[in-house]
């Protein structure tokens, strides 16, 4: 595998680490301010992590549309994944947010750019979508609100958005630079949340380590794994790589919470994986098709 396609792995890893986390996280923890705070927590840990790698300040300027379209994007996604999970519930709202994801990145990317996805990455992502379906098989709160849905969709949306505009920035800025002013801005859009929130349990030891975990683990260390290997994968093959996230999130709920792992779940890991590898053992340069002259 590429060595982009181990960053991008390593970054869904991560991420699938994020809901154990916020199980051992105190009561009373609401899911806007966590998302809230996490952004925060990784935005001023990227920040002088950009600036010891004098990638901050840049000589060049920033385009202002992909700039600001990714910080929204990246800040909206946290209201809308944490409003669909508590609606239909944790397994519902995460197959449906992640297990979108890659499609619509794959079509904005051939939209925009041209960049056609090609059948390995159509074989790729159909076979990691439906595993992740099976991962949770009757766990997806039948009944569900259609609005809950509707912000998972939002979700696997924006940050679909967030993965495709990042792209255009690394056309002409530093990988860690574009992670450190997009989280940066995205923390200060989401401030407001902050500010009429419930921290209370932020004080306690428990709420202390996960979200310092959250904020510096899961979302500032992983994301710059994330970036630097979208700096060397096309957005859909990287977007679809990082469905890694549900499959680790499916282990450590079965090996650290104890929950149970029904037959159709672990046929579900197996389509995971055998569609990360698809995508992971194939050299990037047949993962697009040619593109559409403009």
């Not at 600036?51 to 946290?78: D, F, H, K, N």
């Not at 990042?166 to 949340?193: N, T, Y």
Request: overall charge neutral; aromatic content about 8%; cysteine-free.
């Amino acid at each position: 595998m590429r060595k982009g396609g181990w960053f991008v792995l390593a970054a869904g890893a991560l991420w699938g680490t994020a809901g154990t986390a916020q199980a051992f996280a105190p009561e009373g923890a609401q899911p806007y301010a966590v998302g809230a705070l996490r952004l925060a927590i990784a935005g001023a840990a990227l920040i002088p992590y950009a600036l010891a790698r004098r990638e901050l300040p840049s000589e060049r300027s920033w385009p202002m549309i992909p700039t600001g379209v990714a910080a929204l994007s990246m800040a909206a996604y946290q209201p809308l994944f944490f409003g669909a999970v508590a609606t239909t519930g944790v397994a519902l709202g995460t197959i449906v947010a992640i297990g979108s994801a890659p499609v619509i990145a794959g079509g904005l990317t051939w939209l925009l750019s041209g960049e056609r996805p090609g059948s390995r990455w159509v074989a790729a992502t159909t076979l990691a979508i439906l595993g992740t379906v099976l991962l949770f098989p009757g766990k997806s709160a039948g009944g569900a609100a259609s609005e809950g849905v509707a912000l998972a969709f939002g979700a696997g949306g924006a940050y679909a958005v967030y993965a495709v505009s990042s792209k255009r920035l690394l056309e002409s800025h530093e990988s860690d630079a574009v992670i450190a002013v997009v989280f940066g801005l995205s923390a200060v859009i989401l401030l407001p949340i902050l500010l009429f929130a419930e921290l209370n349990w932020v004080l306690t030891a428990e709420g202390v380590i996960a979200v310092l975990y959250l904020g510096l683990v899961a979302t500032a260390v992983a994301y710059i794994l994330f970036i630097r290997g979208l700096n060397l994968l096309p957005v859909g093959s990287a977007v679809t790589l990082s469905l890694a996230e549900p499959l680790t999130a499916a282990a450590l709920g079965v090996i650290v919470l104890g929950e149970r792992l029904e037959p159709a779940g672990a046929i579900g890991a197996l389509l995971i994986l055998a569609g990360l590898a698809t995508i992971g053992l194939q050299p990037s340069s047949t993962l697009l098709m040619n593109r559409i002259p403009k």
